[in-house]
């Protein structure tokens, strides 16, 4: 069966528009308003189980005070024997949320999707996860799959860096590395549109953002004093048990296997580490049944 790319293209199209459009939205921070709930995920990486099961469970449209934020949700593990990857269908379904809820769907921009963009190599198991991705949509829109990569391309352009809550709580999807840290431009988050030279290689705040691994307390602090937050919750590096803090002001957190989390949590509330530490959801203990 053939998939319509005019409506897949149409969807990426609106959502770009919703998330530029995102009434929250300051140049690249998406300010959540007082006393909402946010829940905060981890890279999901296209496991459908756990991502059917968040947007199952959050019951959007009965919540209306209720905020999702999703990253880094391409790139998985569903790879065919000809190579080609189809995680294409969870960002077209992730799009189709921002449009139907667009005050309550929020994205934070990820490594994956730059390197998507650029369409070069982030290796796994000896093979390009970039080329698997455009292998996918070679296959699945023939004759439309320059359009459609050019849709997701713009798409993926147009999501935020972080989001941040009333009461001091951080979200993007990393951090600079130390070393980074004394000299990073703090201006790309009030920058709007952003230049090729944000996303370059190494020397660009944003990538320097979404591909940071190397961080002490005294980095975090920095950072976090700078962008005028009290704990960052981030994701990127994968956590087995699902969750590491670092310090006492950041907690990173993964939802791409079975013993993944998130975290919801109310806007306003002052929280310390421990108690964001002690909230966490396990995927796993979501009912099955709402997961239909
Ligand atoms: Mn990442």
């Not at 000809?82 to 799009?95: I, T």
């Not at 730059?114 to 190599?121: K, N, P």
């Not at 998130?262 to 806007?267: D, E, H, I, R, S």
Request: with cysteine.
């Amino acid at each position: 069966m053939s998939i319509n790319s005019d409506q897949v293209i149409e969807s990426f199209e609106s959502a770009k528009e919703e998330n530029l459009l995102d009434r929250y939205r300051t140049g690249q921070i998406v300010e959540l308003p007082s006393d909402h709930e946010v829940w905060m995920t981890g890279d999901i990486h296209d496991h459908r189980t756990n991502f059917r099961k968040l947007i199952s469970f959050a019951k959007l449209d009965q919540n209306p005070q209720r905020h999702l934020i999703l990253h880094e949700l391409i790139h998985g593990d569903h790879i065919g024997p000809d190579g080609a990857e189809d995680s294409w269908k969870m960002l077209l379904q992730a799009a189709e949320l921002k449009c139907n809820f667009p005050d309550q769907v929020h994205f934070l921009f990820a490594n994956h999707d730059l390197a998507q963009i650029h369409g070069e190599g982030i290796m796994k198991a000896g093979l390009s996860v970039c080329e698997a991705f455009n292998k996918g949509i070679k296959k699945d829109f023939p004759s439309a799959h320059m359009s459609v990569q050019l849709a997701i391309t713009e798409f993926l352009l147009s999501l935020p860096l972080a989001v941040r809550c009333p009461n001091g709580l951080w979200f993007s999807h990393s951090l600079p590395t130390d070393d980074q840290i004394p000299n990073y431009d703090y201006s790309v988050f009030g920058r709007s549109p952003l230049t090729s030279q944000d996303y370059k290689k190494r020397v660009g705040p944003v990538y320097q953002l979404i591909w940071g691994r190397k961080y002490s307390e005294t980095g975090i602090a920095s950072f976090a004093e700078k962008v005028n937050a009290k704990l960052i919750v981030t994701g990127h590096q994968p956590q087995e048990m699902g969750y590491l803090t670092i310090g006492d002001q950041l907690l990173i957190i993964d939802s791409s296997h079975n013993q993944g989390v998130y975290l919801p949590l109310n806007t306003s509330t002052p929280y310390t580490l421990d108690q964001l530490t002690s909230m966490l959801q396990k995927f796993v203990a979501i009912p099955s049944d709402e997961s239909n």
